[in-house]
């Protein structure tokens, strides 16, 4: 596994949760990184994007203002903050990289891909 993904859980609705992606075999230097999310019966989303070194970041507009996405390059690895989480945030999340340096949003531009971490979102 090149990327690992980690810090899902169970959460209450309205409380937060940060994701950490891992290059483990695999450096993020001069890669785009970006975390998409998979509900049950649905198909994979975009969330959020950032650059490298980390300039330009994105995110979906259902998690705009509620997600946060950085990058340490020194440690290698990339997090998502997610705040004032809801029901509709429960989802498997998955980070991937791509071999260009630009941001994107459509999972096809991206060439590795982490196992997935599960967020769960209580109401």
């Known amino acids: 596994v090149q990327l690992q993904a980690s810090g899902g859980g169970l959460v209450q609705t309205g409380r937060s949760l940060t994701l950490s992606c891992a290059g483990s075999?695999?450096?993020?230097?001069?890669?785009?990184v970006g975390w998409f999310r998979q509900a049950p019966g649905k198909e994979r989303e975009f969330v959020a994007t950032?650059?490298?070194?980390?300039?330009?970041?994105k995110y979906a507009r259902s998690v705009k203002d509620r997600f946060t996405i950085s990058r340490d390059n020194s440690l290698n690895t990339v997090s998502l903050q997610m705040s004032s989480l809801k029901p509709e945030d429960t989802a498997v999340y998955f980070c991937?990289?791509?071999?260009?340096?630009?941001?994107?949003?459509?999972?096809?531009?991206?060439?590795?891909w982490g196992q997935g971490t599960q967020v769960t979102v209580s109401s």
């Open positions: 075999q695999l450096t993020l230097r001069s890669r785009a």
């Open positions: 950032i650059s490298w070194p980390g300039v330009t970041v």
């Open positions: 991937a990289a791509r071999s260009s340096s630009n941001a994107a949003n459509d999972p096809r531009e991206f060439d590795y």
